[in-house]
């Protein structure tokens, strides 16, 4: 497994932006698809956006397709999300999850995960 630690989060006005970024540990990250969830207090978590190991092939929730950006760096074992246009209602703790093999969008599919990074958007 790989160990993930979240940063780049904070408090932003709607319609600003926030890059937040994934470090990993380990000499496999690129044979690591890597997904970015949140969750909202009082919410399941759910799925933001996936990213092949190559980095060549992502998925997108539709609630953020359009206004996110997932990107990694092998060399740098990093992966990021760049948010756009932010909305009030992409407040939540985000958290970087990576998985052997194909991305998914089902967060149980994941076998490693960061401790998250909060994310608030005023209005």
């Known amino acids: 497994q790989v160990q993930l630690v979240e940063s780049g989060g904070g408090l932003v006005q709607a319609g600003g932006s926030l890059r937040l970024s994934c470090a990993a540990s380990?000499?496999?990250?690129?044979?690591?698809?890597m997904g970015w969830f949140r969750q909202a207090p009082g919410k399941e978590r759910e799925f933001v956006a996936a990213?092949?190991?190559?980095?060549?092939?992502?998925s997108y929730a539709d609630s953020v397709k359009g206004r996110f950006t997932i990107s990694r760096d092998n060399a740098k074992n990093t992966v990021y999300l760049q948010m756009n246009s932010l909305k009030p209602e992409d407040t939540a703790v985000y958290h970087c999850?990576?998985?052997?093999?194909?991305?998914?969008?089902?967060?149980?599919?994941?076998?490693?995960w960061g401790q998250g990074t909060q994310v608030t958007v005023s209005s």
């Open positions: 999850a990576g998985r052997p093999g194909t991305y998914r969008s089902e967060a149980e599919a994941y076998t490693s």
């Open positions: 990213i092949s190991g190559s980095g060549r092939m992502t």
């Open positions: 380990g000499r496999t990250f690129s044979s690591y698809a």
